[in-house]
């Protein structure tokens, strides 16, 4: 049987990290495995869900370049793929659970539901549902429902045992009935199937293979193991993923820094980067390679090399990621990923003028091995394209130097930019070596003022490419406006 695997995002909220996690595995897998991919959307939560979230779903899977093979605008013959239109589906399948005589309707009343929470609480039981309508009669369901009283459809849970299902990453997990809330809502008064009668007869009737979930799915397990011995069906296997957590060994939330994907989006990491670390969240091919672009993904990732033990997600490292792919990649593309920030930003005319273009392409080698994320390079780049305010004019002044001697370097590098154009950078360099020895200063001590006269701060890229792009009479310029300030 080929392999068919889903991502069954409900849209309710941004797509984070661990959502993201879960699709690439999904697909992945089912590229490895030349299987289908598809994509269904789970939103019969009608109360929780957006459009802003559906719309966030689209743009993630399409700027990490994620294909499915199946899903709402793509009829693979198993459709709709958008839950709240299979309504018919989940009324037939739970009806057929009630003539079996393995569900059954209830009628209890919000009041009702709500006293037995009352009493629960107050004789500190665990909540849960008393099967008060398990044994109606059938002339009293009857009777009710003939005079149209609205009731949910619930799932007989067996009283004792245990349910047990093998799980493709982590072995065998086994709960007792006893834990299972009891008999749980399958189908809801106004029409709308739980998450649970949903998930399990849509990935009977899509015939699903394998249903990659996070953990934290693993309580709702042993329930749907349930479901499908009562449909008489066989499930799917079951790939639990690890959970992803911070350096601290917490689960990773907002308190470690973001966790949406469109986050990283915007602030410009590249997407064949966040495939690349995302996937080794939990799979890894060997213990040493790092590096696989989305081809070799599709060939290498197994089932088998998904990890149970928790991943920890490093901020730093996908930082030093996106930096290696930034080297790597074609520097048209990245200029064309950053111009339109520095076009935002006023920095470049809109649209750039051809010589504002030439500068940019000419400055590339500035910021190429500088990047860690795109949104890096306005704030690298500006000082060529516009003038520097000189905000903290003490930035100027080296450690253990005062105003005066800042001044007195500064005007030592004047002559040493006269015709610096001409020469090479080593023949400069050995310029400013001199100076500074007759200066008695170090040569940092000339290059730090040079620097924030240049650039307007202390941070800057190469400092003798920097004088070379921006031209000596500008460099020179500035050089003096420092002066005047300081
Ligand atoms: N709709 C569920 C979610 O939002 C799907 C869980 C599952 O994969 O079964 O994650
Ligand atoms: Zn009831």
Known sequence: MSVRVRYAPSPTGLQHLGSVRTFLFDYFFARAMGGKFLLRIEDTDQSRYNDESLQDLYDTLNWLGIEWDEGPDRDGGYGPYIQSQRLDHYKKYAEKLIEEGKAYRCFCTPERMEQLREEQKESKQDYGYDRHCRHLSPGETQRLLDEGTPYVVRLKIPDEGEVSFHDEILGDISRLVKDISPDPVMLKSDGFPTYHLACVVDD???EITHVFRGQEWIPSTPLHIIMYEAFGWEPPKFCHLPLIMGQDGKKLSKRH??????EFRLMGYL???????IVMLGWSF???REFFSHDELTELFSLEKISKSPAVFDYKKLEWFNGQYIRQADPERIQSLYIPLMVAEGILSDPPTEGELQLIKDSYGLVQ???KVINDAPGLLRFLFQDVEYADVDQAVP????REGT????????????????RTDEENEELFRQRAEELEVKLGQVL???RVALTGTTVSPPMFESIRLLGEAKTVERVNRLLALL
């Open 271 to 277: 997407p064949e980067a966040m495939v690349n670390y």
């Open 369 to 371: 091995e500088r990047l």
């Open 257 to 262: 820094g973001s966790t949406f994907a469109r």
């Open 399 to 402: 450690k253990k130097m005062d």
């Open 204 to 206: 009977h009737l899509m």
């Open 407 to 422: 001044k007195t370097v500064l005007k030592g590098c004047l002559d040493v930019l006269s015709g610096f154009e001409g």
């Open 286 to 288: 060997d213990d040493t």
């Open 448 to 450: 730090q003022p040079l």
